[in-house]
């Protein structure tokens, strides 16, 4: 394939190459959009300066675990793929240098190499502690960004620093952990900048991101007051509202990163306030003072509001920025600084406060990345992966000490990369004899050398004048100029400027001296340094005693920087007129400059560490690190300066692509020998393509020759010691590998299958023995089992036959014992009903015995009673008590011994009716007699004949016996609302046939006791039910009532115990029932006439008829809960509004004035609860009771309430509603579905429509306004509103 057509993936394939083939290739590549071209082994990466779609998971999963890098093009995933491959197969460390120019892309490249490498290693089966890490990997990089990066001129997102990541992985290339290096934080860019560039990223993100109140509580205001924020001449920090945007979303992004780091609320608000003391601290201004020779400070609201947030005394902070701490022979000296001096320590405390706070971030993500011992391998080392991403070359207007040692480090990497692809190659082949064509390259280790050289390399000339307090740049540069005028590579510039020129490998750098001492030297006066530690914040008190280590982190990690003062929420300091604390300080300092403070024995405190000498150390460390890793390399390229997508300068390419030598590595690769193995090395990897693995081979040139020769290769070389191969030799090599490992699979396949068959057939045979064993012990096994359970089972029934023949004898004689106690039980009973008749004579004779005195009475006073005496008698009334001798002589045979006797049969007939059980009537409140039922108001009322046949005209005063129920001796008069008496006679209990006649009953009794229903006191009826037996009925008067399962009454007005009444028909399971009724629940009755319910236990209570709310009085929030009752939730289970609703509604059923009560009191009157246990058919229920409210009883009796009744079913009428399409409507069946014709498709007809029509009220019928006509409003809206949605309401105008 030619050169320039740009199809050319590597570049190192092509025969001939030149510069403008070279960077025409990479043209056009660049403008197909194919950012990436291989050199061989070395990845060469055009920033796009946008958006590609390239790093999908698609394209991930392309690149993973790649068998021919050839058939894929040019990818960052392809080297992430390469270089964790190379880790675990040659299980060494593995590092990849990423270099370029500021802008050209290596930030975003490291991001990508992180980011597919770890998701090479959290493949299936090995997501243990990958995953974990994953996030924490992906998100430390926007976090360093913020705190590390800043806007340049040639670069929008410049990495002010250089990092080191290494990713640490097990044996089995799983990552467990990770470590982060930092060093050669540009700490200047803190207190100052060049035009057109900005400070670090956190203090915008701050600005956009924080709200008023968190602006407040860290005293920050306005952020264009701060002299450190403002670029140029723009009276904003923020150049547009889309800029302020960015920052703001950046900040959202920073927040959510801090907490998934493991940073606290409370860390991320100390930070702020952290960095608004040093927004505040730099806007210190000083200017002479006069009166000391010194400075003051002019405005020391900024002093006031730093110390404030530092926990510092402001006094304390304003002398030590003012004067300085010198050791003279073991004395400490105090003296004032002048207005450069008072500045400089000033920006020396900031960028000292900045670059500990970014080590304290660092230290605190290492924490987050710690490695999980758990998966670490058994030995001291683990393979690791390192990523270095450090600042590209740099060349400004004005190139300071920073850019020295940024450009310094690129000329260590450039070195490090010819090294490797040139030095030590070209070494090797000379060592080893191999002859090749003569390799050329730009080597810089003079520049190097003139860098580091000791004692008179630069930065040790600049260490060594940094030392003289009076050393001046003057001063520097004529060291400079003596002592390194032998390298070819630095001359003095010519001016008045203190300036010199070295020529990097990437060209020349004019820097300019002055600053360079006091940036190196960035030290703290003593003063400050004891300030900061006598701080009250506990933070700054730690991060000034911690000691940094070579990775740029605090050497105490893991101690959490808490404060004990909180400087959040500070106020805003006052300050006092006419007072300054620093013309205060400086005129105590000056009294006292030359008396000694304090005697110190030891001044190895006051030594401090340079820079340049920090720079040296961790460069040195880094490419240590480096050295021990088998490296891999990515050229980051830069198009244009402009940062704009398909623009491709070829000048400056062309410049980066000369002092970078891409040129000359391109023809390296294609001639040299990048892969150099010794011998047994390359036996160990590839001796299984022409020997047998566990083969001992000599290591030597045969050996190799042989594999060589058996892999096919071509265009290798043999040394004395080693094999040299070309860079695509090793991917060859894998191939064959790979082929050999499958033909050894294969075979290995069908030998363990013929040995797998065999073995299956030697294990059925096995089986097949096994089984025929098995079978046969399993039948002699059957027959002995059979035998002994023949045995066992005959003996069994031997042992059943005595055990019948034992039973019968027991039977017999129980039932001979029976009789006996049967007999014994009716001679009881005998002499019991002899007992009560006895009893009954002698009553009957006493009764007999006043009769007849009452009647002899009667007869003397006839006797001597004159006619006259008699009529005026009669006219009083006396002549009603007289017995008739007409009626006596139609009844002549009427004796008192009869009476006598029909008492006796009675009694008899009572015995025997209830020792013959039989079974109660239908009606309810009767009594026994002669066997027969008979109502207990026909016994009670009823006249009996006179023994005299003397009618009665007056029933007031009845001269009749008293029957048994009446009998003084037989207690009190039966009285069914005597809750004792009732459970003493609970043996005539009554047994109801059905629910309608049941309820019927229940109406009608309370409509015929005049002394229960007009008795307004009297406000319900319970009537308590055991199945179909009536128990017991209670009136209810009290507006409270308890209803429980209690044995008795503790309050018989307002306590109603069901357990107390008795029941001699009651069954068995009635009985166990009854035992469950716990607490019960309470009634209450409020002055609307509503009664309310509220259960009080655990058991259920269901309120009767909740699924047809059209026969029923109850509310809506009980037909909610389908009845049943909540515990100790006061529902109301009858609401007058719906009877009122009832009534109105059948009125208009039957007609003005024709209301039928006697359905509308069945089934409006009556509210059911069953208790403990419900059943389908309320007859079949356990324990019940019936609640009748005689209240609404007495509206229905009330002339003046039907009246009105009558008079709002007027009103209605009068609003033009035709009733007649409403009144055939039939009604809705809710309880079961109705089934259609499947023929026809036809609803099904039933055969009493008429009985199950239901006639429901309209809604007012609304005029165009939309307002009711008539003033009636309907009574109940929840029945309304229910009729309403069954589709019932038709509306006529």
Not at 125 to 130: F, L, R, T
Not at 218 to 228: A, K
Not at 417 to 427: G, L, P
Not at 742 to 754: C, E, G, I, K
Request: with cysteine; charged share 25%.
């Amino acid at each position: 394939m030619e050169a320039g057509t740009g199809k050319v993936d590597d570049l190192a394939a092509l025969a001939k190459l030149t510069e403008q083939t070279l960077l025409k290739e990479l043209e056009l590549r660049y403008g197909q959009g194919q950012i990436y071209t291989y050199i061989g082994d070395i990845l060469v990466a055009v920033n796009p300066f946008q958006q590609l779609p390239l790093y999908d998971s698609k394209h991930s999963k392309e690149y993973r675990n790649i068998k021919v890098k050839s058939k894929l093009k040019p990818h960052i995933f392809a080297v992430a793929d390469c270089i964790y491959q190379d880790l675990l197969t040659n299980k060494e460390p593995q590092c990849c240098v990423v270099s370029g120019e500021s802008g050209a892309g290596k930030t975003e490249t490291t991001k990508l190499l992180v980011r597919q490498i770890v998701q090479l290693c959290t493949k299936s089966g090995s997501v243990a502690a990958s995953s974990k890490l994953h996030d924490a990997l992906i998100e430390i990089n926007p976090l360093m960004e913020a705190f590390g990066n800043a806007q340049t001129k040639m670069n929008g997102n410049s990495s002010r620093f250089g990092k080191y990541i290494e990713l640490l992985f097990s044996d089995r290339g799983e990552l467990f952990g990770g470590r982060v290096s930092i060093f050669l934080l540009e700490k200047t860019r803190v207190t100052g900048f060049n035009r057109d560039e900005q400070n670090f990223h956190i203090f915008y993100h701050m600005f956009a991101g924080l709200s008023e109140r968190q602006r407040t509580s860290v005293l920050l205001t306005n952020p264009d007051r701060h002299r450190i924020l403002k670029s140029g001449d723009s009276c904003s920090i923020f150049t547009s509202k889309a800029h302020q945007l960015h920052h703001k979303a950046m900040f959202i992004k920073l927040q959510k990163i801090l907490t998934n780091t493991g940073f606290l609320q409370e860390d991320c608000e100390m930070i702020y306030a952290y960095l608004s003391a040093i927004l505040h601290l730099t806007d210190i201004q000083f200017e002479p003072d006069q009166e000391t020779d010194g400075v003051f400070i002019t405005d020391e609201y900024p002093l006031h509001v730093s110390t404030e947030l530092l926990g510092v005394s402001a006094e304390e902070m304003a002398t030590a920025l003012i004067s300085n701490v010198h050791l003279i022979r073991g004395e400490t000296i105090v003296n004032l600084k002048n207005l450069v001096q008072a500045g400089d320590g000033r920006d020396a405390l900031a960028k000292a406060l900045y670059s500990r706070l970014f080590g304290w971030i660092i230290s605190k993500i290492n924490n987050k990345l710690k490695p999980d011992l758990s998966y670490a391998p058994k030995k001291s080392s683990c393979p690791v992966i390192g990523l270095l991403d450090i600042a590209g070359f740099e060349n400004f207007t004005s190139n300071g000490f920073e850019q020295l040692c940024i450009n310094t480090s690129n000329e260590q990497l450039q070195h490090y990369f010819n090294q490797h692809v040139f030095a030590w190659e070209k070494r090797d082949l000379d060592k080893e004899g191999v002859k090749t064509s003569h390799i050329s390259f730009t080597n810089n280790s003079e520049i190097l050398g003139m860098f580091i050289e000791r004692p008179l390399g630069l930065y040790a000339l600049i260490d060594e004048e940094s030392k003289f307090p009076k050393a001046t740049a003057n001063s520097l540069l004529e060291k400079v100029r003596k002592h390194l005028v032998k390298y070819s590579c630095i001359k003095k510039e010519k001016g008045r400027e203190p300036l010199f020129t070295i020529q990097h490998y990437a060209g020349p750098v004019t820097y300019s001296v002055s600053g360079m001492l006091e940036t190196n030297r960035d030290t703290l006066s003593q003063n400050i340094l004891e300030c900061l530690e006598r701080s009250e914040s506990g933070m700054i008190y730690q991060l000034f005693s911690a000691q940094f280590s070579d990775n740029g982190e605090l050497s105490t990690p893991n101690q959490e920087l808490r404060r004990t003062k909180s400087i959040l929420m500070c106020k805003q300091p006052t300050l006092e007129r006419g007072k300054s604390l620093s013309k205060t300080a400086g005129r105590k300092v000056r009294q006292n400059m030359k008396k000694a403070l304090k005697e110190i024995q030891d001044d190895s405190f006051y030594k401090h560490r340079t820079v340049g000498s920090q720079f040296q150390d961790s460069l040195a460390a880094l490419m240590t690190k480096l050295m021990q890793c088998q490296p891999h390399f990515i050229r980051c390229i830069k198009p244009n300066n402009s940062q704009a997508s398909q623009l491709f300068e070829k000048k400056l390419v062309s410049q980066q692509l000369r002092y970078t030598g891409i040129l000359e590595t391109v023809r390296i690769r294609h001639e040299g020998f990048p892969v150099r193995l010794p011998f047994q090395v390359f036996l160990d990897r590839y001796k299984f393509i022409s020997y047998p693995l566990t083969a001992e081979v000599e290591a030597g040139t045969a050996a190799c020759h042989t594999v060589l020769r058996e892999a096919g290769l071509h265009k290798w070389e043999l040394g004395t010691r080693k094999v040299f191969l070309r860079y695509w030799h090793p991917e060859q090599l894998k191939l064959v590998m790979e082929r050999k490992v499958r033909q050894v699979v294969l075979v290995q396949s069908l030998v363990r299958r013929f040995i797998g068959c065999r073995k299956v057939q030697q294990l059925r045979q096995i089986l097949e023995a096994r089984k025929q064993a098995q079978a046969k012990s399993f039948l002699m096994m059957v027959a002995e089992r059979s035998q002994q359970i023949h045995a066992d089972l005959k003996e069994l029934h031997n042992m059943d036959v005595t055990k019948h023949k034992q039973s019968l004898n027991d039977l017999a004689r129980e039932a001979e014992e029976s009789k006996i106690r049967e007999q014994m039980i009716e001679e009881k009973r005998r002499k019991l009903a002899l007992a009560e008749a006895e009893r009954e004579k002698k009553a009957a004779e006493l009764r007999l015995a006043e009769a007849q005195k009452r009647i002899e009475e009667l007869e003397t006073t006839r006797k001597v009673e004159t006619p006259s005496s008699i009529s005026s008698s009669s006219s009083s009334g006396f002549e009603d008590d007289l017995p008739s001798p007409e009626l006596s002589k139609e009844e002549p045979k009427h004796t008192w011994r009869k009476q006598r006797a029909n008492h006796k049969d009675h009694v008899a007939g009572l015995r025997n009716l209830l020792e013959s059980k039989a079974e109660p009537p239908e009606q309810e409140n009767v009594r026994l007699n002669k066997q027969k039922w008979v109502p207990i108001s026909e016994r009670l009322y009823a006249t009996p004949a006179c023994p005299y046949g003397i009618a009665r005209k007056s029933p007031a005063r009845p001269l009749h016996l008293q029957s048994i129920f009446s009998d003084p001796s037989h207690g009190q008069v039966y009285d069914p609302e005597n809750v004792s008496h009732y459970a003493r006679q609970s043996s005539h209990s009554k047994i109801v046939v059905n629910k309608v006649e049941h309820y019927n009953g229940l109406i009608q009794e309370a409509l015929q006791s005049e002394s229960e229903t007009q008795n307004k006191s009297n406000w319900g009826k319970l009537v308590y039910m055991e199945k179909s037996q009536r128990c017991a009925s209670f009136i209810l008067t009290e507006p409270v009532i308890k209803i429980d399962g209690a044995h008795y009454s503790s309050d018989p007005s307002s306590h109603v115990a069901l357990n107390s009444v008795e029941n001699l028909f009651r069954d068995e399971q009635v009985g166990k029932i009854r035992e469950y009724i716990g607490k019960g629940m309470q009634l209450q009755i409020d002055t609307e006439g509503d009664i309310w319910a509220k259960k009080l236990g655990m058991n259920d209570i269901i309120v009767q008829d909740h699924n047809d709310p059209s026969l029923s009085c109850i509310s809506e929030e009980v037909i909610k809960d389908r009845g049943r009752l909540q515990k100790d939730k006061r529902v109301k289970i009858f609401d007058m509004k719906e009877f009122r609703s009832h009534v109105i509604l059948e009125m208009h059923k039957a007609g003005l004035g024709r209301i039928n009560l006697k359905d509308l009191y069945s089934r409006c009157c009556i509210v059911s609860l069953t208790l403990v246990k419900s059943s389908m058919d309320i007859m079949e229920t356990p324990c019940w009771i019936n609640i009748i409210n005689l209240g609404a009883l007495r509206m229905l009796r009330d002339e003046n309430v039907m009246a009105d009744f009558e008079k709002e079913l007027k009103k209605i009428m009068r609003s033009n509603i035709d009733f007649t399409k409403i009144s055939q409507l039939p009604q809705i069946d809710k309880q079961k579905p109705k089934k259609t014709d499947k023929k026809k498709g036809k609803l099904p007809q039933r055969k009493n429509q008429e009985a199950d029509k239901v006639f429901v009220l309209p809604e007012p019928v609304l005029d165009r306004a939309s307002k009711p006509v008539g003033d009636f409003q309907f009574k109940s809206p929840r029945k309304w509103a229910k009729l309403k949605q069954n589709g019932v309401s038709q509306l006529t105008e």
